[in-house]
């Protein structure tokens, strides 16, 4: 590196990402190496803009917000003042998400502007945002060993995966949306409000890894009754997932058919992708439950 300090680069599309790493840093008291250095202030993470990027299949769903809505764009684009290119060119250590560090790191020359094809060339690991890396595996004609590490941020999204579920669920069956109307109108709704109570509802949650079973947890606590999908289930498993669902189902159309909410949380492999067809969902017309997707968007067609 040309630079005294260490400048990590921190690019993402979720506001303030990096202000839980910096106190994190600031206020660790254990051996870590990072957090001496910046303790030390010579260690520094930094946030820079978004860039445009032209993912597989042209599509835009996360090009910055002023982006949104429009055609997928045509042409790269990173404005970077001369300190930031300068960041990103010693940058060993980046922390970006992973739609748009997998299109700037494996295919530079079609998503950097040819004046900034030379920035990343450094990067050894990149620490991702999310629960998942699949950006970087199905990204078209990816090298088999990239020359970096990735790892992904599956440390911090079950809480906040499991309180995302739960505040919708809540808002839905308390009827906070239409409670707020009612507000504004001045108008008491009594009737109009009239709510379920949880134990009579079943939470189904495909996908019991990590984050399912975090909003089990979470929903069970509350009174709620949890169905659990998961493909291969042991005597084991079901009394470890106990606390997470009451009960546990490789029937993926057993968990369907009696749940009232489907909180879906599979990842995207060859076994899940499009899992859950037009057909498959037949089962749920009975009780016409509320999806709740919070895994990867393939694993449904529909």
């Known amino acids: 590196m040309t630079q005294s300090k260490i400048r990590i680069p921190v690019v993402s599309i979720i506001p303030g990402i990096g202000d839980p790493v910096r106190q994190q840093l600031a206020t660790s008291t254990t051996s870590s190496l990072a957090a001496k250095l910046y303790q030390a202030s010579e260690l520094e993470i930094v946030d820079l803009p978004l860039p445009v990027v032209i993912p597989p299949n042209a599509?835009?769903?996360h090009q910055p917000k002023g982006a949104i809505g429009k055609a997928a764009?045509?042409?790269p684009e990173w404005k970077l003042d001369p300190t930031q290119q300068q960041i990103l060119e010693d940058a060993e250590v980046l922390f970006m998400d992973a739609h748009l560090a997998a299109p700037l790191l494996l295919a530079p020359k079609t998503n950097l502007p040819l004046e900034l094809q030379h920035l990343l060339k450094n990067v050894q690991w990149v620490q991702g945002t999310y629960a998942g890396v699949d950006s970087y595996h199905q990204f078209p004609d990816a090298p088999a060993d990239p020359g970096f590490t990735v790892s992904r941020a599956g440390g911090i999204m079950p809480t906040a995966l499991a309180q995302f579920v739960f505040g919708y669920v809540i808002a839905l069956e308390r009827k906070l949306f239409e409670a707020k109307e009612f507000?504004?109108?001045?108008?008491f709704g009594r009737w109009?409000?009239?709510?379920?109570?949880?134990?009579?509802l079943t939470i189904g949650i495909l996908g019991l890894?990590?984050?399912?079973?975090?909003i089990g947890r979470t929903l069970k606590a509350s009174g709620f009754q949890v169905a659990g999908f998961k493909r291969r289930v042991s005597d084991g498993d079901r009394k470890a997932l106990a606390a997470s669902a009451d009960r546990v189902?490789?029937?993926l159309n057993e968990v369907l058919a009696q749940s009232d909410y489907i909180v879906n949380v599979l990842p995207s492999t060859d076994a899940t992708r499009y899992l859950l067809?037009?057909?498959?969902?037949?089962?749920?017309?009975?009780k016409q439950p509320v999806f709740i997707n919070v895994g990867r968007g393939d694993s449904s067609n529909t």
């Open 183 to 187: 507000q504004q109108k001045r108008v």
């Open 59 to 61: 599509s835009n769903n």
């Open 277 to 286: 067809t037009e057909n498959t969902l037949e089962v749920c017309r009975k």
């Open 192 to 200: 109009e409000l009239k709510y379920r109570s949880f134990r009579q």
């Open 73 to 75: 764009p045509t042409t």
């Open 209 to 214: 890894g990590d984050v399912g079973q975090e």
């Open 249 to 251: 189902s490789m029937d």
